[in-house]
């Protein structure tokens, strides 16, 4: 089972998303036992951003919107695939830290009272 999806909608950002994606691969590689997947939704960018998901350092589901159709569609279209017991609702210019996804997860699993948890923005 799939501890977290990560569900990044897109649009017209591929540079801040190639690093986005790379933080998220250094996240994995620090806590390997951790089972994510991501889910990048692209809301018709004709910048690049497709390719850039696709040829991120860590598998990508790659949603491809015709056209942008805005963030709240864009998130929705990724939680309709999303297969992970908790999700991740994370902007494309957005960078993690390699610890916070791991943490979050540990949080959520030992309170399962608690339903949202917010992480600083540094």
């Known amino acids: 089972m799939i501890?977290?999806?990560?569900?990044i909608p897109s649009y017209e950002?591929?540079?801040l998303l190639a690093e986005c994606l790379a933080a998220l691969a250094r996240?994995?590689?620090?806590?390997?036992?951790?089972?994510?997947?991501?889910?990048v939704v692209d809301n018709g960018s004709q910048d690049g951003s497709a390719a850039v998901a696709q040829a991120a350092a860590l598998p990508v589901r790659l949603v491809a919107l015709a056209r942008n159709r805005g963030f709240?569609?864009?998130?929705?279209a990724g939680l309709r695939?999303?297969?992970?017991?908790?999700v991740l609702l994370l902007n494309s210019d957005a960078c993690v830290a390699p610890d916070v996804l791991a943490r979050g997860v540990a949080l959520l699993d030992a309170?399962?009272?608690?339903?949202?948890?917010g992480a600083g923005l540094v």
């Open 3 to 7: 501890d977290l999806s990560v569900v």
């Open 13 to 15: 950002n591929a540079g």
């Open 27 to 39: 996240a994995g590689a620090a806590h390997p036992a951790l089972r994510i997947e991501v889910i």
């Open 72 to 76: 709240a569609a864009a998130v929705n």
């Open 81 to 86: 695939l999303r297969r992970g017991r908790h």
């Open 111 to 117: 309170h399962p009272a608690i339903g949202v948890v």
